[in-house]
């Protein structure tokens, strides 16, 4: 990953949440995107999944603790 990408987030990590499934567990299937908040609420609790799959989980949760869902409905808006 190149400096800019680093300082400046990794806009691809949005595309992410907005296409990839949980693969396991009562929301298997579902996009993350559309988990509740009390699931990332129980992860953030418990512990994140190591990996990519925690690591886009974790993300997710930060955007919904900071009210910044208005990224990915602006990303989602325009695919």
């Known amino acids: 990953m190149n400096d800019d990408k680093a300082a400046h987030g990794n806009p691809e990590i949005l595309l992410e949440l907005l296409n990839y499934q949980m693969p396991f567990g009562k929301y298997k299937g579902l996009r ?3 988990l509740p ?3 990332l ?3 953030a609790q418990k512990g994140f999944p190591a990996g990519k ?3 886009l989980l974790q993300t997710l949760y930060e955007i919904r603790l900071n009210g910044l869902d208005y990224l990915l409905d602006e990303l989602q808006k325009r695919r």
């Open 37 to 39: 908040v009390s699931y």
């Open 53 to 55: 799959l925690g690591m």
């Open 32 to 34: 993350l995107r559309e």
């Open 41 to 43: 609420e129980w992860f």
